[in-house]
């Protein structure tokens, strides 16, 4: 109770000081960083116009590394505060490493991203014809709406290694004049029956065939022409046989390349902004940050999307073993510099969509354009399948972000028991690491054609930036 006497309180001034408002991030930021985020989103849209496939992914940013100084790992030679290298884990998973000033012992700050997305796949036999049309068989990766990845044109990504061990590079349908592909569709004259089914039983996963021919080899006789036809044009361009697909990683994945959105080009829309647009900014922070106190590492992590396993996936060992040697090499035991460490878990979140709104809950949700999303946890079904930042490291990363002007928001993915999914971050905490996820808003996440807001894309590199640089 308080006396009565006492001056009368102010509501709005005391809102101002106790409660939380939400505010557009247009209303917040600076001119200064309204500039510097559009610049940003330029060169992002190269970045991910030349990095469709994790393949692609690494290749790139080994390139942008090395101009800027980066060599490659070699755990026999000891290294200096400023140094700069990055470890290519089978050209499908990338560790940056700027040795800090203390180096390791004080454990190192971690940012870690995924750079595959939500794909189709070749079987290993995929070719065959039908009807005179000749087709791939393809294999979903990743969590995917099947209706989405139909009549829409593609693009073929990757390699195949042939019996003599020469690898050839396979890129067609992104450069101008180049053709492309897709998966047919229904006309709705004729689904009656399809559009009864529920969404996902609409399109059945062994039906994502894809479309790559039509013509037969001009001859009088034989069988299976056009596939004949298909195989004498691949190997004349790459010199491979049908038995060569066994050892291929072929990927289709939109042909599109990244676009501005809305009139007031505010946005960017794109093929696999989950998750690269959590690994560029993650990329330009390790190789923009000056030499940092404690050693910083930014991971570009394979198979996120389908559970991080396999050697190029966080639920490896590749990263222990990196951390293991930066460690050995400053004599220190790597479980204590494990024990130490902290890391950003560079993931997107699912932005509030106001023509699917029950589907979240607003209170606790991310939206466009409020910064970069900090996620307290993720996982489904009762916070199962997830690692949980602690209220301690939570405080220390907030303050880290206050401190230098990030615009941040927070956010859970969706209503509680609306699904769920999960991120590298609970691999990561399994090397008793502290971590938190920190990324963008993503508008028709795992969608061909996905959308973020530049002003967040900035200020995920700010911040993580800022966690490399934090004392
Ligand atoms: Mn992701
Ligand atoms: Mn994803």
Redesign the pocket.
Known sequence: MSKKNEKKLDPKELAESLLLSRKNGFQKVSEKDLGKSEKFADAYKIFLDSSKTEREAVRTVVALAEKEGFTAFDPSRTYQAGDRVYVNNRGKALILAVIGKKGCKNGVRISAA?IDSPRLDLKPHPLYEQNDLALFKSHYYGGIKKYQWTALPLSMHGIVVKKDGSVVEIRVGEELGDPQFCVTDLLPHLSADQMQKTLAKAIEGENLNILIGSQPLDCDEGDNLVKLNVMRLLNEKYGITEEDFVSADIEFVPAFHAVDVGFDRSMIGAYGH??RVCAYPAVMAALDVKVPEETCLTVLADR??VGSDGNTGLNSEFLRYFIADLAQAEGLEPRHVLSRSKCLSA??NAAYDPTYASAYEAANSCFLNCGVCVTKYTGARGKSGTNEAPAEFMGKVRAILEKNDVLWQTGELGKVDGGGGG?VAMYIANLNIDVVDVGVPVLSMHAPFEVISKLDLYMAYKAFLAFFEAK
Request: no cysteine.
């Open positions: 995924h989950d998750d996120e999307e993931d997107v991120t």
